[in-house]
């Protein structure tokens, strides 16, 4: 009964999609889209022409036609992946194309494509043909915008003293991390989001923008191809992360640390050059260069604790404290978040350096406001966690009371 109106609007819908007026094709394909994931048996009857409609439209001058369209053709690869078979390759080359569509917006929708579509068992099939052209598409997507740097007052340096408003602190609540999943099947960026990590934290813009969708879709595309990703991956890193331009370094940082997980084994080889590099770029004068740098870092901590201590992980381990007591307190977050990660892996590996580590932890209390304190308390948690009775000495305690003046 409720399908029965349905058979009539659906077809209305169609005709609709080539009205003179873009605001009514861009409605029209809005209204049809409400029932796709639902798979509304109305719509499955006109799917055929509903497809070759939203082909029709796929050029359109119209930006929210566009946008309407890509998320069209999105829902449909989860849905009824078996109509758009057919026609994978030009819809891969039609996505490529808005992907980098001038109307950011439309970029957004169009890169949810990749995301979805690695979620297809087909992925690899279809996809590996265009990773020439996706990759770098990805991951100059990954740049922050002009926008994106406004809202997050990226020429802001020092900033610490500025109180932190109360609509930007969110709960916040100590846990045990499990270390074993952020190396074997754990975390993807999304799921990284949501949690206490976010992508490279920019809270203050829009949460999810195309920035975090390219860094995601690269995330989940480097756990589908693993480590034939990186024969695209690793000319564009030799240029972005040594560039001159800060902002294209920084896209370079967020890139290396998005493809950690899936590509983790052919990176090995190259980490004994890029982890030196990167804790040289704790000190970038540029703050969002120096908190990119920290989460990036946080992917590799595996890697470093099991190297000899001097190496690699007594210089990560010194930056990121200096970095825990930076003046900007964007950097501290993602500092402390980082230091956090670099405790779980490292156990008891940090016991002799406990007194510095604490000397730091207990001097941040008296530079962070409320928002940072709650992700500072988290930091000596986990530390807690991970030396356990190492911390409970008579040296300890009585360095901690003298810096808190108890």
């Known amino acids: ?13 169609l005709q609709f999609f080539k009205h003179s007026s873009p605001k009514i094709r861009s409605h029209a394909i809005a209204c049809v889209n409400q029932f796709i994931i639902s798979r509304t048996q109305a719509l499955m009857l006109h799917i055929d022409p509903f497809i070759e409609n939203l082909f ?7 930006p929210e036609v566009r946008k309407n369209v890509c998320r069209a053709l999105v829902m449909l690869l989860e849905v009824r992946l078996d109509r758009l078979l057919p026609h994978m390759h030009n819809i891969i080359e039609y996505m490529l194309q808005r992907t980098q569509d001038q109307d950011e917006n439309v970029a957004l929708e169009a890169c949810e494509f990749w995301l979805t579509l ?55 609540f100590h846990r045990s ?12 960026i999304e799921e990284e989001e949501e949690d206490d990590d976010d992508l490279d934290d920019d809270e203050t813009i829009s949460d999810w923008n195309l920035r975090k969708c390219s860094a995601a879709a690269l995330d989940v595309l480097a756990n589908v191809f693993r480590d034939d990703l990186l024969l695209h991956i690793l000319p564009l890193l030799k240029e972005l992360l040594f560039h001159p331009e800060w902002l294209v370094k920084e896209s370079g940082i967020l890139v290396l640390g998005a493809v950690a997980e899936g590509c983790m084994q052919g990176m090995i080889p190259y980490l004994p050059e890029l982890i030196p590099h990167l804790v040289l770029c704790l000190s ?21 604790v099991s190297q000899p ?24 977050e993602a500092a402390c978040s980082a230091f956090a990660t670099l405790e779980e892996e490292a156990c008891t590996e940090l016991v ?52 808190l003046k108890l």
């Open 118 to 172: 690695a979620e297809q068992p087909v992925c690899k099939e279809v996809l590996c043909g265009h990773l020439p052209k996706l990759i770098p598409v990805l991951v100059n997507g990954m740049k922050y915008s002009e926008i994106d740097i406004i809202l997050l007052k990226g020429d802001v340096e020092e900033d610490e003293a500025i109180p932190d408003n109360e609509q930007d602190i969110r709960p916040r």
């Open 284 to 304: 970038d004068k540029k703050a969002l260069v120096r908190s990119i740098t920290c989460w990036t870092l946080s992917r590799y901590t595996h890697w470093v």
């Open 56 to 62: 029709a439209l796929a050029g359109d001058e119209e």
């Open 352 to 403: 002799p350096y406990l007194a510095y580590i604490l000397d730091t932890l207990v001097f941040a209390f008296g530079k962070y406001q409320h928002k940072n304190l709650l992700i500072l308390y988290d930091a000596i948690g986990t530390l807690a966690d991970s030396v356990g009775h190492h911390l409970n000495k008579p040296v300890m305690h009585f360095q901690t009371q003298k810096q």
């Open 1 to 13: 009964m409720l399908d029965r109106p349905l058979n009539v609007m659906i077809p209305k819908f």
């Open 309 to 332: 201590p001097d190496t690699y992980l007594k210089p990560l381990m010194t930056e990121l404290l200096k970095r825990i007591l930076d003046s900007n307190k964007r950097v501290q």
């Open 177 to 188: 991390r499990t270390v074993a999943q952020q190396h074997e099947g754990g975390d993807s």
